[in-house]
Structures are given as structure tokens and as C-alpha cells.
């Protein structure tokens, strides 16, 4: 990735046995690591409760191997900002607790001296896991290296060697490669003439590339004479992910399934606006192509899998539940200062499982079962009636560390407000129609993270429209961080939201909101999941008041039109065990 600035850097770095980052800004190198332990502070006063992080410093990583989950990411021993950048290693046998072990990759040949950035793991027949990633070499060029564990039977693969054959893929003149924009190797899927395929970020002046890869031993590639696909004016695309998702169940599939009840899914991280972009499409492995379906777009108006703080994300195909797993990076919202105070930058967002909609127009996100084992105190509303302009409080849990369920039903959605066309941009919607300005039906949903008078608070809500044009409803959902903090500090404070392809006249509107603040601590994460996860937002908030058990969690609606909560379910969460 290139950055100018260290608040900036975004890491595609889970390995799932996943991954590192790329970012080319100016940073130090970390020699001599083998001695390195990831030994976690004593005192880790701006912690979250059950959200991923380093031990201490900065984070911006997963695999499954013998039943233990794998977790890799970029990792600053030394400070909380960007430098010294080291692949980390974490494993896990239920995606909650974690356990730390010493870095897995740092750099230590010429192939990778000034780096060891991003990259993705492949499992290849006889279960042997790789690790393909980026390293920056001796002449500042982005290379594609491999690593392979060094003992096979330790389940926690520990260690890692970097064979002799490194780097495996060079930029050159002659292959038309541009060396500083060549980088984040994707797992590799295999085809049916039995070659491997991977792909790799890249950018030819404004066009953002996929290029492609093949080989036969997984040691010699060759390059493809076009790109997967490639976009214009998108910029550079970095950490790429491709790999299919079933058009008849909820269950993964392989990165390897073709099929003929599959879809394939492209997702890259757009360096230009570090906001991620997915298609839905058709692979031909005979041409090595791949061409989104009509309607789904590789730009700026295209399809996210999160419209909050969300970048670098990865996916991995869960062998042992068969299912495939999202994670994404959730980065700061404050200045480097404030992160070299508490002691580290960057969260995990929590895993989630994913697949393709009964539409097959988009992909659908749900947290993963596991993080309910964390579920504790519950409370359950019946069936309530919501009168326009009604705040009502939730009691009974743990407001700052909290995960709450609630669904609507919408009987009076027909006296929705008029839908204006101009209105293209969702956000700047959001923004000007924020939790505060009434309308008809919304906004109604969730007030978290607020003090008792109301002074912060995160409204995360929905707001509905009539198309008259098409004679449809439009489905609005927000997540409003302007009344967040009290803070007088330098923010982000971003209104973030996104049209919601869910029809009120059929069925019901479900809203998922897990919050993680730890007690008297003024750092939070927010992540929402609409429409039984059509649509998630995740947003980084900072309040100053509403911490710890001052923080309180209400269901409002602010519109005149009432509504009606059919269920309500929120439990408090206990902290995950990170080692």
C-alpha cells in the first residue's frame, strides 16, 4: 500500500492462514527478531472486551490447520505506529480466545530485507499450508516470496523457513510490472488442468489490475499475458481476494470449487480511497477471466462488504465447519499521539461467516456463532408498541460491552417521505437526515454508547422512502457518530450509511448491533449488521462520557409514524482470553 501517512496504512494482513500488508511509506528496519517475544503489557488500560488485538503496539490478519484456527498480521513490536513491521502469529481453537506466539516472518534474507508486507496462505493436497507474501527487496521492490512451515506435525506452526528459490516473481521492464506497485498475493485456487492460479495487486498509471499467475510446482510462475480483470481510473488494487460462493447454500466453498452452482466474488482494496469494492461475476478458467454480472460494478458506486471503518479484508474457507470466514481491519479514528499513549493502533473486526444472497446479487455477513459463547445476563423485550418521537432505555446489561437483537415491524411504511433522485449518496444522506431531524417512518433503531442525558450517543438507524418513480421503497441505514464524544480532540466523527436492499411491504427489518468498550475506558467499536446482515457498517467511537457502567443502550424512534419492536434481545458480553 502506498501511504503518505502512518494514520492511513491499512493492512490486508490476515493470513487465515492469511496475511501481511503493503504499504510503502518510510519506516525503519527491524533486524535480529529471532530473539523477539510477543510478550503482552500488564496493564492494558484502553483495551477492548472481546475484539482482536496485538499484545501491544500496532495491528493491522486467518488458516485452519489440524483444527486450530491460525491468525497472522502485521505487527509493529517497537511502537504503535506504522514501522518495524513483522508477520505476527495468533491461534485459536473456537475464533474468540486467542493465544500469541513469536512472529512467524520478519525480515531477514535480501528478498525481503526492507519488509515483509502482505500475502495469503494456501493449503495445498496432503494438507501442507504456504504462505505466499510480498517482500520488499534490497532495490525497494515489491517481490512475491514464499514460506513454508518447518515442522509439519506441530499443530501450532510455529516456525517458518524461507526457501532458497526466493523472490518467486519479480517486477521487471520487460513483464511491464511497475516495482512499487506490485503486491498482496492472494490464496491460490487450482484449475482443471491442475495448475495453480493466483493473483496479485497492481496498477498501470490509473487502471487497477488483477494480475494473474500460474504454476505447476508452486514454486515456478509464469505470468499470465492479461489480468484476471482490470478497472480504469480505480487506481492501484490492493490486497485482492477471489474465491467462489454456492448459488443453492449458506455452506463455503473451497478457493479451488468451478461449478456450475457457483458464483465467483472479487473484492480489492482501493488504495485511492482505502474503501473496498466487491463484484459478483463468472470465472472461465479456460481464459483465466472473470466478468462481473450485469448491474454489479468495480467503482466507487459498486457494492461493500462493511460502509464504516472496514479495509484490508480477508476471507478463508473454513474446511472444518464449511463455511468461509470474513475479517477485516477496523483502523483508528484518533491521531498517532493518542495510539502511542494507549499503547496500540488498529482492532480485528469480530469474524464473520459469508455468502451469497438468495438474489445472488450481493453477499450476506453474519457474525460468527462462536461469539455467542461470550453471551451472558440476557434480557428479552415482548412485543412493544414504539410511538414517534420515544427513547426508551434497555436495562439488564452491560451497555458498554454489549450485543443486542432487535427486529421491527413496519405496518404504516406506505406514509413513507418522498425519496428525492438526487439523493445518490447514501453517507451524505445519512449526514443530513441525522438521528436528530424527524421524518415519517425513522429514524427509529439503536442509541449506543450513551450517557445518561443523552449529551453522546451512536444512533445506529433506519430511515424508509417511497420511490415515486418506481412506485418502490427506498431503505435507508445509518450509523450517526456526530454526537459520539465529548472530546475535544482532532476525531473522526463520519456519518457512514448505505442504501438497504430490504422491501418493508415483505416481512420484517432486523437490526444486530455488537458494542465493546471496555469498563471506564473511551474507546469503542460499533458494528452493525441491517437486514440480517444485507448491510454492515462498523464505526470507531470515542466517548468521554458514556464508558464503563455510565454507558446506556436505549431503542428510539424519532419519526411520527409508530412502530412496532416484535422482538428485543440484548446480553452483556464477557472479555475474550487473548494470551
Not at 517486477?171 to 493473483?199: H, V, Y
Not at 480505480?234 to 454456492?246: A, I, K, Q, R
Not at 482492532?347 to 455477513?365: G, H
Not at 456519518?495 to 471496555?518: E, I, M, Q
Request: hydrophobic share 35%; glycine share 6%; aromatic share 12%.
Amino acid at each position: 500500500m502506498e501511504i503518505s501517512n502512518v494514520l492511513q496504512v491499512c493492512l490486508c494482513s490476515f493470513l487465515v492462514l492469511s496475511y501481511g500488508v503493503g504499504v510503502e511509506a518510510s519506516h525503519q528496519i527491524y533486524r535480529n527478531l529471532e530473539s523477539l517475544q510477543s510478550t503482552p503489557t500488564q496493564k492494558q488500560p484502553y483495551r477492548t472486551g472481546y475484539h482482536f488485538q496485538p499484545p501491544k503496539n500496532w495491528i493491522n490478519g486467518p488458516l485452519i490447520y489440524k483444527g486450530i484456527y491460525h491468525l497472522f498480521y502485521q505487527y509493529n513490536p517497537l511502537d504503535a505506529v506504522w514501522g518495524n513491521i513483522v508477520w505476527a502469529h495468533t491461534t485459536s481453537v473456537d475464533l474468540v480466545n486467542w493465544i500469541h506466539h513469536d512472529p512467524a516472518i520478519y525480515p531477514s534474507k535480501p528478498f525481503d530485507e526492507n519488509g515483509c508486507w502482505s500475502g495469503s496462505a494456501t493449503i495445498l493436497p496432503g494438507n501442507k499450508p504456504v504462505i505466499m507474501y510480498t517482500g520488499i527487496d534490497l532495490q525497494n521492490r515489491q517481490v512475491q516470496n514464499i514460506a513454508l512451515p518447518k515442522n509439519l506435525s506441530d499443530p501450532f506452526l510455529r516456525e517458518w523457513i524461507k526457501p532458497p528459490q526466493n523472490p518467486l516473481m519479480v517486477p521487471t521492464e520487460m513483464n511491464g510490472i511497475n516495482a512499487s506497485s506490485f503486491r498482496d498475493p492472494t490464496t491460490a485456487w487450482q484449475g482443471p488442468d491442475g495448475r495453480w492460479r493466483l493473483i496479485i495487486g497492481n496498477k498501470v498509471r490509473r487502471r487497477g489490475r488483477a494480475i494473474l499467475y500460474r504454476s505447476k510446482d508452486f514454486f515456478h510462475w509464469v505470468k499470465s499475458q492479461h489480468p484476471l480483470h482490470s478497472m480504469k481510473d480505480t487506481g492501484m488494487w490492493e490486497c485482492p481476494d477471489f474465491f467462489p460462493v454456492s448459488t443453492i447454500s449458506k455452506l463455503g466453498l473451497d478457493t479451488s470449487v468451478i461449478s456450475p452452482s457457483a458464483k465467483h466474488v472479487l473484492k480489492v482494496s482501493l488504495d485511492d480511497t482505502k474503501r473496498e469494492y466487491y463484484t459478483i461475476g463468472t470465472y472461465y478458467p479456460v481464459k483465466d477471466k472473470y466478468v462481473p454480472d450485469f448491474g454489479s460494478v468495480d467503482n466507487g458506486s459498486g457494492l461493500r462488504y462493511d460502509y464504516g471503518k472496514f479495509y484490508a479484508s480477508k476471507t478463508f474457507f473454513d474446511s472444518d465447519k464449511n463455511r468461509r470466514i470474513l475479517w477485516g481491519w477496523i483502523n483508528e479514528s484518533s491521531t498517532a499521539t493518542l495510539d502511542r499513549m494507549k499503547g496500540w493502533s488498529g482492532v480485528q473486526a469480530i469474524p464473520r461467516e459469508i455468502w451469497l444472497d438468495k438474489s445472488r446479487r450481493q453477499l450476506v455477513q453474519w457474525p460468527v456463532a462462536e461469539i455467542k459463547k461470550l453471551r451472558v445476563k440476557g434480557v428479552h423485550l415482548p412485543s412493544t408498541k414504539l410511538k414517534g418521537g420515544s427513547v426508551v432505555k434497555i436495562s439488564g446489561v452491560t451497555a458498554s460491552q454489549a450485543d443486542v437483537e432487535v427486529t421491527f415491524d413496519l405496518p404504516k411504511w406506505e406514509k413513507a417521505e418522498i425519496f428525492d433522485p438526487s439523493w445518490v449518496n447514501p453517507e451524505l444522506l445519512c449526514s443530513e437526515k441525522e438521528a436528530s431531524k424527524r421524518g415519517s417512518v425513522g429514524p427509529f433503531g439503536l442509541l449506543v454508547l450513551a450517557s445518561k442525558g443523552l449529551e453522546e450517543q451512536t444512533a445506529v438507524f433506519f430511515r424508509i422512502f417511497k420511490d415515486q418513480k418506481s412506485n418502490s421503497y427506498v431503505m435507508l441505514m445509518c450509523s450517526d457518530q456526530s454526537r459520539s464524544s465529548l472530546i475535544e480532540q482532532d476525531l473522526d466523527k463520519t456519518t457512514y450509511g448505505a442504501f438497504l436492499n430490504v422491501d418493508p411491504a415483505h416481512g420484517k427489518l432486523s437490526l444486530r448491533t455488537l458494542v465493546d468498550n471496555v469498563l471506564q475506558i473511551d474507546h469503542s467499536i460499533v458494528e452493525s449488521f441491517g437486514g440480517e446482515g444485507k448491510t454492515c457498517i462498523t464505526s470507531r467511537v470515542y466517548p468521554k462520557l458514556a464508558i464503563g457502567d455510565r454507558a446506556q443502550l436505549h431503542v428510539f424512534n424519532n419519526g411520527t409514524e409508530s412502530i412496532r419492536i416484535t422482538s428485543l434481545s440484548a446480553w452483556s458480553m464477557k472479555r475474550a482470553t487473548m494470551y
